[in-house]
Each structure stands twice: as C-alpha cells, then as structure tokens.
C-alpha cells in the first residue's frame, strides 16, 4: 500500500537531497569513472543515494530497495513494495554542465508501478504522481498531452543508437518534427509528460525508466523494449516509449522492418 504520507515524505527527502546537491556544486565534486570514461559517478551521486537509502530502511525497514550505484544495481525479484531509485540522472550533465539532471524515485508493489517522482534539480522542478493520482508538476495538476503521430512532434533519443542507426532510430528521427538529445533519461521524460516531445527512444536501465513509467502509463503513452517485448527490470535494454499511435508507427513501420 502506498498512502498520502508517504507521498509527503518522498517529496520531503527528496526536496533535502536536491538541497544538499545545489550547496555541493560549490565545493569540489569527486569524479570517478566506471566501465568507460563517459560513464562517471561523483561522490555525490553516492552520498545522495546513501541518504535516500537510510530514509527508506528507517520509515519502511521491510521494504526492497534497487539503486544504481553501490552494490544495490542488482535485486533477486519485484516481489514485495521495492523502491528504485537513480540518485543522480544524467551524471554526465551534472559535471559537465551543472543542470540537466534529475533525482528519480519509484514505488513499486509486486511489479506494479504505483508512485513516481522525477525532481529537476537546477529548475526545482518535481514531477510526480501515481497510479489514478494523475500527474502534476509541483502543487499543479498537468494536463494529459494529445496523442500525437510520429510526423507530429519532436523525439527523444540517445546520441548513440541515432548515429549508429540501431533499429532504424536515423529514420524514425527523420520521420518525426526532429531529434532532441537530452543526455537525461529523466528530462527525456518529463518533456513526454508536458507534451512537448511524443516520445522516447534510449538504451536504459531499470532506474533510469522506472519512476517515468509510472507517470507516462498515468498520461496513456505506450511502452516497452524497442521490439514491444515487456522491459525486465533486470538489465540495461532498449527503450521505447511513446504517445499510442507514434508508438505503432514506430514498432510497425521501423523497428520490425529494420
Ligand atoms: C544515463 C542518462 C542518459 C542515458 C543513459 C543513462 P546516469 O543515466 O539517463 O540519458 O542515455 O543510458 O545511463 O548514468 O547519468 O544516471
Ligand atoms: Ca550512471
Ligand atoms: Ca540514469
Ligand atoms: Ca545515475
């Protein structure tokens, strides 16, 4: 079960650590990297994750908890309420540009998403909601965008799979309104939720999609991994999410035709 105080909490932790990483960038971030020189994780990311991670185990001691860094990137099953968490979304952004980044939360039970928050750290932006909660951005409830065709709107993408042309991403980009590039799979998403961009196509783990997930089902975009097979939430797969009709376009006319 999740409740109305438990919204208030997430929301307060995460309005603490979205706090402490703005006073953080005025001091020296350690940077390090992890299996390539463009995947890095900072101490910050680790202390951020670390705070989430206490919260969690004092207020919902029973509870699972996967996370990206530090030893928590793996769980053995959904089963039970498991929290996912990405402590800091688009570390790349963080560093080099210092905005553009986001802390994400998921509430999940057997499976089921049932709470999201998505926090744009540098515009104190949080995105939330749930299962038949509705969306909002802040204290304001959003909008659900129109569903949209793919020659309709402008397109999230990761650099890589457009210029390598992985399941015909090159063509999928020329046949909508344009590419964008964000570098932030949660700023990806929250662009899907104020209907400025129709959808998404990524390379993704567990915590980058999890709490946006909840929130795009909650507006009726369409989901899954980029053949329309149900994502696993057990390793790093592609990612396509979508308004309905683009999502079929998509499938149909480009990725099972490539
Ligand atoms: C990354 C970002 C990026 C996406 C990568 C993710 P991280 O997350 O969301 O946009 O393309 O696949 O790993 O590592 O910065 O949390
Ligand atoms: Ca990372
Ligand atoms: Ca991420
Ligand atoms: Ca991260």
Known sequence: MTSQKMIVEIQEWLKEAAAFIRVSL?????VSQKSNRTDLVTNIDEETQTFLIKKINKYYPND???????????IESLD?????????????NFVMEQENFC???????????????IYDVMKDELY??????GV?????????PKDRALSDGLIGMNAYMYGKNIYAAGEIGHASMGIR?????????????????????????PWDYAAGLVLIEEFGFKY???????????????????????YTQIQNDFVHKS
């Open 26 to 30: 005025a001091n020296k971030v350690t």
């Open 103 to 117: 802390i994400m939360i998921a509430v999940y039970e057997n499976g089921v998403g049932k709470l999201g928050f």
């Open 181 to 205: 590039v964000s570098g932030c799979a949660g700023i990806e998403l929250i662009a899907m939720l104020k209907g400025n961009h129709i959808g998404y196509i990524s390379n993704l783990s």
């Open 128 to 133: 939330w909601g749930g299962k038949d909660l």
């Open 224 to 246: 899954s991994d980029i053949e329309g097979k149900p994502l696993t939430f057990s390793k790093r797969e592609y990612f396509l999410a979508a308004s309905p009709t683009a």
């Open 80 to 92: 039970g309420r498991v929290w996912i968490i990405d402590p800091i979304d688009g570390t790349m």
């Open 64 to 74: 699972s908890i996967l996370a990206e860094e530090k030893g928590f990137d793996t």
């Open 136 to 144: 909002f951005v802040n204290d304001q409830k959003l909008q659900q």
